[in-house]
């Protein structure tokens, strides 16, 4: 049982324009959500974050939004960069837990 | 550079073997996580250690024996596993605090049972 969801696997977007990753949660109890970066060999590395008392988070180039009526949130890059290309995780916490999407694979292209 | 270490990087064993996977973290987390990823798939928790007490096990088999020698270090004990238990492991550490804490991820041990 999936808690949390990311619905597209991969996203192709030209150098210069903004990448727009979404993720879904079911459970309610989610206060905490993260983004993770990937890239092949390496571990997640820690993106960006964002507590359910807020809507939107801003970070350089990178903004999360969360819409918690929805049970939705997405990251924003803008503008992409070439760099930028690996796979985004998203997650969710309620405690000491972390829940995590299955990834969108995001790849720049120059 | 990632300030959660893990080794060995990579580890090949028999279904027989004893070996142990290692993560150390020099940030002053006192909460230290265990995952376990699969290809194309998301991490999957394993264990949490909060102050160096095991806190959450996620049903894990107990071929897999956690360790908390000390707040920097992590062990994981493996022994009879199973083609299955092929996959990437994954240490983590974090503030354990009130919540609201990103976790910090080493990159991980591929381990391959024969």
């Known amino acids: 049982d999936q808690q949390v969801k990311q619905n597209s696997p991969s996203l192709s977007v030209q150098e210069g324009r903004i990448s727009i990753l979404n993720c879904d949660y079911t459970n309610s109890m989610f206060d905490y959500f993260l983004w993770y970066k990937k890239y092949p060999a390496e571990g997640p590395t820690f993106l960006i974050s964002i507590s359910s008392i807020k809507d939107k988070n801003e970070d350089g180039r990178f903004t999360v939004f969360l819409n918690k009526s929805a049970k939705h949130l997405s990251l924003h890059i803008v503008p992409s960069q070439p760099g930028d290309s690996a796979v985004y995780f998203c997650?969710?916490?309620?405690?000491?837990?972390?829940?995590f999407g299955t990834g969108t694979s995001l790849t720049v292209i120059p | 550079d990632t300030e959660v270490t893990q080794t060995p990087k990579h580890l090949v064993m028999g279904m027989t073997n004893k070996k142990s996977l290692k993560c150390e973290q020099h940030?002053?987390?006192?909460?230290m996580y265990w995952y376990k990823q699969k290809a194309k798939k998301p991490p999957e928790l394993m264990f949490v250690?909060?102050?160096?007490?095991?806190?959450i096990n996620e049903s894990v088999p107990s071929r897999f024996s956690p360790e908390c020698p000390n707040s920097s270090l992590l062990n994981l004990h493996l022994h009879a596993l199973q083609p299955e238990d092929s996959a990437l492991y994954l240490c983590?550490?974090?503030?354990?605090?009130?919540?609201?804490?990103?976790?910090?991820f080493g990159d991980g041990t591929r381990l391959s049972i024969l």
């Open positions: 983590a550490s974090s503030d354990p605090g009130t919540g609201g804490q990103p976790q910090h």
């Open positions: 997650a969710a916490s309620p405690g000491p837990q972390f829940y």
């Open positions: 250690y909060s102050y160096e007490k095991l806190s």
């Open positions: 940030m002053g987390h006192r909460a």
